[in-house]
Every structure is written in C-alpha cells, then in structure tokens.
C-alpha cells in the first residue's frame, strides 16, 4: 500500500520577499481523508438519486473512478520536487 | 503444466497426433507462455522517476531564461492517468481540437494506460536532448 506523503518543503524568493515552510502533510492527511470521505458519501447519494431517477450513472461515475483516483494521486505525490531557478525568482517545492 | 500443455499430451498419448506434431505443437505453446509472460512483465517499468532539466546556455543566464529541475514520480503520472477517465467528452473534444491545431493528430479518448506504460518504459532507455539556442532541455526516466 502506498501512503500519502508526510512533509512538503516549500522556499520562494523573488528578491523582494522571502521565505520558507515546512508543511507538515501529515497532520493535514487525516483531515483531507475525512474531506474525501464526507465527499465520497455526498456524491454517492446523488448519484444514486441520478441513477434511479434519470438512469444516467455521470455522478456515479465520479464516486467509482473519481474519488479513489484522486487519492490515489495524492498518496502518489512523494518524490516530486520542482526547483526553479529564474533571475527574479527562486521556487522550490519538495514532497517527501 | 497448462491446460493446453495437457490436452496435447492426452491426444498423443490416444495416438491421434504424431510426436513431431506433439513437439511442434508444446514449443508453440512455449513460445506464447513465454510472450506472455513478458508482456505482463514489461507492462509495469522500473523506472520510479521522470526527470525534466532546463538548463540555460552560458551567457543566457543572466537574461530571462530559468534553470528548472523538475522530477516527478511515475506513480503519480500512472495516478494521474486514471483521472483522464472523468474528463467530460466536450472537454476531450476541446484538447483535441486544441492539439490538432498545434499539428499533433491525437484523440486523448484513446490514451490508453499501456500507452503511458509504452512511452516511459520508452523513456527509460532514451533521454531526450534538445540543444536550443537559449538552453538545454533533457528529459529523462529513471
């Protein structure tokens, strides 16, 4: 099983402002998993009120493939890193 | 031993094919285990990242040209592939009229995830080299 990442290194500077965070990812983790859960039941109520009343499955569609493919997505977001380094700004973003 | 493997032993052994026949018949069957066994095996490739390099040339630097490292998980291009599943068809219409106007004849609704496979698998023997005039642009799998 693949779990989501657990820190997010961000740095900006663009020569008038400056600055650095460390999100702690895994402290937001069980928030965003309760977020995805609170939506995952919304939408499946709708969709099956879609299905039943107009025999159209969009919403189920989004419940099946949408939900777990975007957390699949996040838990995949470890080992990104983006550093760009342009003569007015500096970014740097690491997910570990 | 496989079904097929099987089924021709038993149709020797009742005499109603000829040993070469049994012979030629088990090495073809060899050979299709074999092939799939390597497509299921090539279908999920080694390499863990996708690399993307900027590098500008000397003496660009000190203009508007930026040094970019990009790496990403292949993982997450794999994830992200399965998002192409909710794109509305009047949203796939809109990218595919956008690439054909860029020149690119391609219809997203037919990308596939053996595709993406294909094409970092690809990746991971090849590194992609554009030497422009402003900077160096590498991509590469590993």
């Known amino acids: 099983m693949k779990w989501p990442p657990y ?14 965070f460390w999100i702690p990812l895994f402290l937001i983790g069980p928030i965003v998993l309760v977020f995805l859960l609170a939506i995952f039941l919304i939408m499946l109520v709708f969709a099956l009120l879609e299905f039943i ?7 189920l569609r989004w419940v099946v493939v949408g939900i777990p493919a975007i957390h699949r997505v996040l838990c995949s977001l ?3 890193h983006v550093d760009v380094d342009a003569p007015d700004v500096k970014v740097y973003i690491a997910i570990r | 031993m496989g079904e097929n493997q099987k089924r021709i032993l038993q149709m020797l052994a009742e005499g109603k094919i000829t040993v070469e026949e049994a012979s030629r018949l ?13 497509s299921v095996k090539g279908t999920k490739s080694d390499a863990k990242y996708l690399y993307i390099q900027v590098k500008p040339k000397e003496g660009q630097e000190s ?28 949203a796939a219409d809109d990218i595919n009229k956008g690439l054909k106007d860029k020149g690119i004849a391609f219809d997203i609704k037919n990308l596939k ?4 496979e294909q094409l970092v698998d690809a990746l991971r023997n090849t590194e992609i080299y554009v030497d422009s005039a402003e900077a160096e642009i590498i991509v590469r799998a590993e």
């Open chain 1, 7 to 20: 820190i997010m290194k961000l740095r900006f500077d663009n020569g008038k402002h400056r600055f650095g």
């Open chain 1, 53 to 59: 009343f107009s025999w159209r499955c969009d919403w």
């Open chain 1, 78 to 80: 470890s080992g990104v």
């Open chain 2, 26 to 38: 088990l090495s073809l069957i060899g050979v299709e285990s074999w092939e799939t066994k390597d």
């Open chain 2, 63 to 90: 203009q508007k040209n930026a040094r970019v490292n990009v790496r990403v998980p292949v993982s997450l291009i794999r994830a992200g592939m399965k998002l192409k599943a909710l794109i509305p068809p009047q």
């Open chain 2, 113 to 116: 995830d053996e595709d993406v």
